[in-house]
């Protein structure tokens, strides 16, 4: 099975702030990364498809990158709407895997 | 709008079993497969099992295969999982997931508490 390492598992963070969340995979996936916001008590809610494209109405301050192993995910400008739990997940191989999350907290 | 409604969960014994249902409205069910995947209280979101629409070729996760059986009545659009030889760490909400062509998951249902204990 591939391991999705994420990090940091918690981040505290100010509105405005430029947030990095890391995911590496344990093998190359080459782009079939993805990430997921959850918030408390809700479904997750995919943002980004393909490592790197936005989903159909996701805003744009939301980004991703990476390719193979190493991959980034950034919100450009925090919002107190984006204070979430965030997830990565491959789906390269089945077993499809998930990140064990970073939760976004308002300083 | 696509809808995926979850049922079927509760509380039962190690060992025991249950059904979870999900009916899907809104697209043409047959057409997409599904997944299962589970969180438990607290924790981090884990894949369980999916079921492709083309020719329903199933697939699952070490911990639940050979207790956990995926199926799909195309018929009256819905999603099963049955559960057998449950375990306390299978307590968990249990949301069933459209698999999307360009990948990942969506949308999901509200999900359904299975709570595992004596």
């Known amino acids: 099975d591939i391991q999705m390492t994420q990090s940091p598992s918690s981040l505290s963070t100010s509105v405005g702030d430029r947030v990095t969340i890391t995911c590496q995979a344990s093998?190359?996936?080459?782009?079939?990364l993805l990430w997921y916001q959850q918030k408390p008590g809700k479904a997750p809610n995919l943002l980004i498809y393909?490592?790197?494209n936005l989903e159909t109405g996701v805003p744009s301050r939301f980004s991703g990158s990476g390719s193979g192993t190493q991959f980034t995910f950034t919100i450009s400008s925090l919002q107190p709407e984006d204070i979430a739990t965030y997830y990565c997940?491959?789906?390269?191989?089945?077993?499809?895997?998930f990140g064990l999350g970073t939760k976004l907290e308002i300083k | 709008e696509v809808q995926l409604l979850e049922s079927g969960g509760g509380l039962v014994q190690p060992g025991g079993s249950l059904r979870l249902s999900c009916v899907a409205s809104?697209?043409?069910?047959?057409?997409?497969?599904f997944s299962w995947v589970r969180q438990a209280p607290g924790k981090g979101l884990e894949w369980v099992s999916a079921?492709?629409?083309?020719?329903?070729?199933?697939w699952y996760a070490d911990s639940v295969r050979g207790r956990f059986t995926i199926s799909r009545d195309n018929s009256k659009n819905t999603l099963f999982l049955q559960m057998n030889s449950l375990r306390a760490g299978d307590t968990a909400l249990y949301y069933c997931?459209?698999?999307?062509?360009?990948?990942?998951?969506?949308?999901w249902g509200q999900g359904t508490l299975v709570t595992v204990s004596s």
């Open positions: 997940q491959q789906y390269g191989n089945i077993p499809y895997t």
């Open positions: 997931a459209k698999d999307r062509p360009s990948g990942g998951f969506g949308p």
């Open positions: 809104g697209l043409t069910f047959s057409g997409y497969a």
């Open positions: 393909h490592a790197s």
């Open positions: 079921i492709f629409d083309t020719d329903g070729t199933t």
């Open positions: 093998q190359d996936i080459g782009d079939y």
